[in-house]
């Protein structure tokens, strides 16, 4: 069954730094989603993105973060200058279409900032 | 914004015992989904609901779409040691609108 990839599995990074995270999405699907989950929390959305564009963000998706499809088939997200409280699991997630349909998550990269 | 309270926070039971946990909010949503979590992994996909009172299965698990549109349940049957894990409900409140999760079950079955 195709799924969502995620690389790293986990990124350690000094405070400040910038920070790249990569998925590879479900090759037919076409909405992208990033997710953020800090330790014993609740998954927390942080934007979606459709036809080259952010679709819709929350409020955690400041400036520090952004998110591109650097070709046809990685989609990421970059934390500019990191802080100790980006720490968390990130998770990318895919669908077909947008509204209802089920998103697909991939098994997220451990943020550690120190 | 919306929010999704799940009980209870965690279960511990017995292999071969049923399970239900369930997920409420004050607002009405059109979608509930049902992932579960294994530590270190992504949240999978076990079961989505679209209509309201909507009943469906996928194995030993069934959940419910409300009909007030503003709960669901899930519904775990003979527990086995393999269903261990945290089990998120997730909803939209509108058509295009993100996913929004609950806080989570922490199942625990004591074989």
């Known amino acids: 069954e195709p799924e969502v990839t995620q690389t790293p599995s986990h990124q350690v990074t000094q405070m400040g730094q910038e920070v790249i995270l990569r998925c590879v999405p479900i090759?037919?699907?076409?909405?992208f989603y990033w997710y953020r989950q800090i330790l014993g929390q609740k998954v927390e959305f942080l934007v979606s993105?459709?036809?080259?564009?952010?679709?819709?963000k929350s409020e955690i998706f400041d400036d520090q973060f952004s998110v591109e499809r650097p070709d046809g088939s990685n989609f990421t997200l970059k934390i500019r200058s990191t802080k100790l409280e980006d720490s968390a699991m990130y998770f990318c997630?895919?669908?077909?279409?947008?509204?209802?349909?089920?998103?697909?998550f991939g098994d997220g990269t451990r943020l550690s900032i120190l | 914004g919306q929010q999704l309270n799940q009980s209870p926070q965690s279960m511990f039971i017995q292999e071969g015992e049923d399970v239900s946990m369930n997920c409420t909010s004050s607002?009405?949503?059109?979608?509930w989904l049902w992932y579960k979590q294994d530590p270190g992994e992504g949240p999978v996909l076990l079961i989505a609901?679209?209509?309201?009172?909507e009943l469906t299965s996928n194995g030993r698990l069934t959940a419910q779409f409300g009909i007030t549109r503003k709960d669901s349940f899930l519904n775990i049957s003979a527990s086995i040691p393999s269903d261990v894990g945290i089990y998120f409900c997730?909803?939209?409140?509108?058509?295009?609108?993100?996913?929004?999760f609950g806080k989570g079950t922490r199942l625990s079955v004591i074989a």
């Open positions: 997630a895919s669908s077909v279409s947008a509204g209802n349909q089920p998103q697909h």
């Open positions: 090759s037919n699907h076409l909405y």
């Open positions: 993105f459709y036809n080259n564009e952010i679709s819709e």
């Open positions: 607002s009405i949503f059109n979608t």
């Open positions: 609901l679209y209509k309201a009172g």
């Open positions: 997730a909803g939209h409140y509108s058509g295009n609108t993100p996913l929004v």
